[in-house]
């Protein structure tokens, strides 16, 4: 049995998680924390990762930019594997993460649904088959509440199309306003569209001349996330020290 320590357990991921992991076999969450909602009187979460931890649990972190970055340093010096889908972190805090694959196994994803997973496969395939004069642009959607902004999955996929064409984040364009002047031919817009309980929408536009190819995923429900957040979990469970992503979990 695989015992998961989550962290963040009080938020939108925790809950999916936990539900998600009832559904998986041979894995369950053993522990939850989340200072700030224990920290308001719901007794059901634990204050510290270092209380709730027990040898041999896997720590599952989806909480704030500060709670990975203290996720990570507590299992580097702990031996935990360690799951991180937490978003909006500065370039720091993701070395900080990611640091920690040196002594433990991590799993970092900035989206764990496979259809995401499956987005990345067809945006390579459309960027390799269209003219490089081609304009991409990325639109992502996401409920009110979210915090940071473009999406972590938006970034990845500007990442994945910056790499393609050989180009640097200083070519991304975070929304326009004012006079701008024409588009230039190496920028990628990244756009964050902000309302309602859109649980995550990620589109991206590739426009020639008189013609134009969209690419779109829609998450529906947080469980696309949460099953594989708990495949992760059972994944680093017992793997090597490293860093995985998803390309490993669907290998
Ligand atoms: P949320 O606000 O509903 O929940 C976050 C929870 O973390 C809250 O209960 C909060 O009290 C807690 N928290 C904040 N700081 C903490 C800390 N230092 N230690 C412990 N707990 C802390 O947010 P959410 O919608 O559940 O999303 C959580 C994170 O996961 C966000 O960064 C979000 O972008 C990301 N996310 C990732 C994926 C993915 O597939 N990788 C999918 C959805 C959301």
């Not at 360690?82 to 991590?106: I, N, Q």
């Amino acid at each position: 049995m695989i015992d998961i320590v989550l962290v963040g357990a009080a938020g939108r991921m925790g809950a999916a998680i936990a539900h998600a992991a009832t559904e998986a076999s041979g894995c369950r969450v053993a522990a939850g924390v989340d200072p700030i909602a224990a920290a308001s009187g719901d007794t059901r979460w634990g204050q510290s990762l270092a209380a709730a931890y027990r040898k041999g649990m896997v720590v599952v972190d989806f909480s704030s930019p500060t709670g990975a970055v203290a996720s990570a340093q507590f299992c580097a010096a702990n031996g935990a594997p360690f799951v991180c889908g937490t978003t909006g972190l500065d370039a720091a805090a993701e070395a900080a993460v990611r640091d920690a694959g040196k002594s433990v196994a991590v799993f970092r994803a900035s989206n764990f649904s496979i259809g995401v997973a499956a987005l990345r496969q067809l945006l390579a395939a459309a960027l390799a088959a269209v003219p490089r004069s081609w304009d991409v642009e990325i639109v992502e959607r996401h409920h009110r509440l979210k915090k940071d902004a473009p999406s972590g999955t938006a970034l990845t996929l500007a990442d994945d199309a910056l790499a393609a064409r050989g180009l640097t984040r200083e070519a991304l364009r975070h929304g326009r306003e004012g006079v701008v002047g024409a588009r230039t031919a190496g920028e990628i817009g990244v756009h964050a569209v902000r309302g309602g309980t859109f649980v995550g929408d990620h589109q991206i536009v590739l426009a020639g001349n008189g013609e134009s190819l969209e690419i779109r995923h829609v998450a529906e429900d947080r469980a696309a996330f949460a099953h594989g957040a708990v495949a992760a979990a059972r994944f680093v469970a017992g793997a090597p020290a490293g860093v995985y992503g998803m390309s490993d979990l669907l290998k």
